[in-house]
Nanobody
């Protein structure tokens, strides 16, 4: 079955960095675009970044442009989110997402940016 397993979250000070990973299984990873979403307390889930199946095109939310980078390693069935210059407003649960004709989400990983 399809599985998306996120890791790499944690507590970081403002201005710090984290790298999230999402290990995928149960489908042909290299054939599908992947996305990262986040959900802050009391808010809806929002798209953070998106990458095409072969990684030739990426898109970002305006709030993270220039600070976050999405990438993928199709040999490892893994998508990454490098987060730099983190701000308190980046605090959220971060989810990996894929559309395979139906929606699949990972379990999420908590990112907390606080001094």
């Amino acid at each position: 079955q399809v599985q998306l397993v996120e890791s790499g979250g944690g507590l970081v000070q403002p201005g710090g960095s984290l790298r999230l990973s999402c290990a995928a299984s149960g489908f042909t990873f290299s054939s599908y675009a992947m996305s990262w979403y986040r959900q802050a307390p009391g808010k809806g889930r929002e798209l953070v970044a998106h990458i095409t199946s072969i990684g030739d095109n990426t898109n970002y939310a305006n709030s993270v442009k220039g600070r976050f980078t999405i990438s993928r390693d199709n040999a490892k069935n893994t998508v990454y989110l490098q987060m730099n210059s983190l701000k308190p407003e980046d605090t959220a649960v971060y989810y990996c997402y894929v559309w395979l004709g139906t929606t699949y989400w990972g379990q999420g990983t908590q990112v907390t940016v606080s001094s």
